[in-house]
């Protein structure tokens, strides 16, 4: 099986050789590595040069147009999916997600469409986390389960796991998204195709070094979102990305 990890970044230099170490110092057969990053201008992208040069399970995509999380997830999910992936593996730069808990998404997977890497499950953890994120945390999670029906106790989760015919399903090639948006466009559109979607406890960590990208605006346009995801007009026919490989 080919497994992917896909992570979007952004001026995480003083991050990603320590997460992707973590990742490749994993025994995993099959496994990829694909860093999507919005030419950050910390030097983040030279790291993972430099790496992908001595190891070839790591691969960078390198975007200096239309920048923006969304943008970055939306084609780190087509060139997954361009290369093969049986199963796409997406967590965060920053060290707020653990390697170790990677083999538990690919035990999942294999009974479910997509999983959730969930903090607020019997087993889940937040470590080193101030008080107002995780009531933000539970806010976002009560705001989408009244509005969207998104009835998952960690629905603003960046770490999850996406099979290749979930992921063909979803469509990625129309999603809207520019920015974080992406995570709840994502897990809407598994939902209301029916897939099935299992959640599974992990260890979130505050990140390692550098600040956080969430701010109060980024916040409220969530919210806003949510609202306009809800009424908005269905996506175009999920198999579309399928029609057109065949």
């Known amino acids: 099986m080919r497994v992917v990890v896909l992570i979007p970044t952004y001026n995480e230099?003083?991050?990603?050789?320590?997460v992707l170490e973590g990742i490749l110092a994993r025994d995993i057969e099959g496994l990829e590595i694909l860093v999507v990053d919005d030419d950050s201008p910390d030097g983040t992208a030279a790291v993972v040069e430099e790496m992908a040069a001595s190891d070839a399970r790591v691969r960078l995509l390198l975007r200096r147009h239309e920048r923006g999380r969304g943008r970055a997830g939306?084609?780190?999910f087509l060139a997954a999916l361009e290369a093969g992936a049986d199963l796409v593996i997406e967590m965060d730069g920053d060290g707020s997600h653990r390697p170790e808990d990677i083999e538990k998404f690919i035990a999942s997977a294999a009974e479910a469409d997509v999983v959730l890497g969930s903090r607020f499950v019997p087993g889940?953890?937040?470590?080193?986390?101030?008080?107002?994120?995780d009531l933000l945390s539970n806010l976002a999670k009560w705001y989408v389960s009244l509005v969207l029906g998104l009835d998952y106790s960690d629905p603003t989760t960046g770490f999850r796991a996406f099979t290749r015919s979930a992921l063909e399903r979803i469509d990625p090639?129309?999603?809207l998204a520019r920015d974080p948006f992406i995570?709840?466009?994502?897990?809407?559109r598994a939902h209301r195709g029916g897939l099935r979607v299992r959640e599974i406890p992990i260890v979130f960590c505050n990140r390692r070094h550098g600040v956080s990208k969430l701010k109060l605006s980024v916040l409220l346009k969530y919210f806003y979102r949510v609202v306009r995801l809800r009424f908005a007009a269905p996506?175009?026919?999920?198999?579309?990305f399928t029609k057109e490989k065949e």
């Open 13 to 18: 230099v003083l991050n990603i050789r320590e």
């Open 74 to 76: 939306r084609e780190g």
């Open 124 to 133: 889940g953890e937040v470590l080193d986390r101030g008080f107002h994120r």
């Open 173 to 175: 090639k129309s999603l």
């Open 183 to 188: 995570v709840t466009e994502v897990l809407y």
């Open 235 to 240: 996506p175009p026919d999920p198999g579309a």
